[in-house]
């Protein structure tokens, strides 16, 4: 079974930047569609940006033109670069398969303060 492991936030000043990771385990990773989504405290999980199997990527619309998801088959890596970052894409991210979910990791807490 994939399990997924994120990694990579931490505290940014509004207009920073940071880049998450995420790792999965199961050598059948690549057939699978991965997104990254993202929870606010008080606010539902939301899907921020997925990338399909074969690399086509899509964005919310808060995050379009500032964020950018990559994967790296080889890895079993989905990566999420985040620029311009706001106070309001201060959230716990996680990522996860949108078509075939399964058990949510912790997260990585991403903190974006003035």
């Known amino acids: 079974q994939v399990q997924f492991v994120e990694s990579g936030g931490g505290l940014v000043q509004p207009g920073g930047s940071l880049r998450l990771s995420c790792v999965a385990s199961?050598?059948?990773?690549?057939?699978?569609?991965v997104g990254w989504y993202r929870q606010a405290p008080g606010k539902q999980r939301e899907l921020v940006a997925a990338?399909?199997?074969?690399?086509?990527?899509t964005y919310t619309l808060s995050v379009k033109g500032r964020f950018t998801i990559s994967r790296d088959n080889a890895k079993n890596t989905v990566s999420l670069l985040m620029n311009s970052l706001k106070p309001e894409d201060t959230a716990v991210y996680s990522c996860?398969?949108?078509?075939?979910?399964?058990?949510w990791g912790q997260g990585t807490q991403v903190t974006v303060f003035s």
């Open positions: 996860n398969s949108p078509s075939d979910p399964i058990d």
């Open positions: 199961g050598s059948i990773f690549s057939i699978y569609a």
């Open positions: 990338i399909t199997s074969g690399g086509a990527p």
